[in-house]
């Protein structure tokens, strides 16, 4: 999925107490076409990144036509992650993908140096619902060859009251089959009725908690569907609570400790490198070769703004 934003704001960010902290979400529209509103709560004023997780828009659920309507787009430095509760969405790129997913089934686009991509929902019967990610690359991997890889058999297993699909990584003795290149996990967990849970954690992660639907309470704090719930290294259980059917999305990871310059849909290290890659993509480098959808056009990158973009930590941000 694009940034949107055609004049994405360079926010200056006010220290972070690295405490347990609930972030409320900010409203952004989905594509121009669409109109439709989501909320986005990473990357957050107070808390940039969760692990190598970086980006996180939570759209839906809508029957609105077209909703999701996205045409080519460029990436750099990360990885995208596409995670549905209902709907259909078609993801075309630069190699030659072409990829339905459907609710339960994970894209797992790896930009690397550059890839360009587009996405069109399909079915106009049912509401488009879901989460779309970002992961940030190290900088050993991030000028990698780019790859895009579909999964359609994760594992999904009980725990207590609650339906868990593991999207990335490791969590209760489970192992996800796709590839990241940094220490993280992510997870679908649906409560079917009101219950509660122990949910073991990592204690050298990070952790973050979207609150999709019902009435959750997490380690005691009550935490409003669209809101994300931080939790800060040393944690090593997670007390949730639910007062009936529930859905959430856990994000993990060690905390990620380089620098990097992230703006529009590019993540570099430098100021120089997201202007080259802005040039590129607007010159239609070889980096980003034309593919055909049934949205046709590119998204032209905003103008670069009128100073330079630092390298920040997990408390700035270029936005």
Known sequence: ??????????????????????????????????????????????????????????????????????????????????????????????????????????????????IAHSELSLNEEVDLHGVQLWIVLPDSDRDMSPIFAHHNDLPVFEFGPAIVRLMIGELLDHKSSAKVYSKLVGAEIGFRHKGTLQLPLNKEFEYGILIDSGEVTLNGVIVPPGSLHYLPQGKKVLGVASLGASRMMLLGGEPFKEEIVMWWNFIGRTHDEIVAMREEWQNQSTKFPAFADRLGGRIPAPAMPNVRLAPRTNRQINW
């Open 1 to 114: 999925m694009s940034n949107q934003e055609q004049s994405p704001e360079i926010v200056e960010c006010p220290p972070s107490s690295h405490g347990e902290v609930t972030l409320a979400p900010r409203l952004v529209k989905l594509t121009p076409r669409s109109n439709i509103s989501i909320r986005r709560t990473l990357p957050h004023r107070d808390i940039r990144m969760i692990g190598a997780w970086c980006f996180l828009d939570h759209y839906g659920p809508t029957n609105q036509a077209n909703a999701m309507s996205v045409a080519a787009h460029p990436h750099t430095g990360l990885q995208t992650v596409s995670w549905l509760f209902s709907g259909e969405i078609e993801h075309r790129d630069s190699l030659g993908s072409i990829q339905v997913i459907n609710p339960g089934e994970l894209n797992l686009m790896t930009s690397g140096v550059g």
